[in-house]
């Protein structure tokens, strides 16, 4: 503590308030990284959904246009 020159009381109660800070700003941090983490799941997910869908949409899409050429043919 010779380094220092204020009192060992006042850095004891400013080294403490800086840990408390650090641990407060770790612990916004840590929620935010979850939150951040739980929505880039629900998005994927969500996005697979969609995608799935779509890909059973553009497969409907396509045998009807197949069925209406093949009519369209016999005709």
């Known amino acids: 503590m010779q380094e ?3 009192p060992s009381s006042r850095l004891a109660r400013l080294f403490h308030k800086g ?13 935010k990284l979850r939150a951040l983490e739980i929505k880039v799941r629900d998005l994927s997910a969500s996005r ?3 995608k799935n869908r779509a890909k059973i949409a553009e497969e409907k899409l396509q045998k ?5 050429v093949q009519e369209k043919k016999r005709d």
């Open 4 to 6: 220092f020159k204020s």
């Open 19 to 31: 840990r408390d800070n650090w641990k407060q700003r770790a612990l916004e941090k840590q929620k």
């Open 64 to 68: 009807a246009n197949i069925e209406t």
């Open 48 to 50: 697979d959904y969609w």
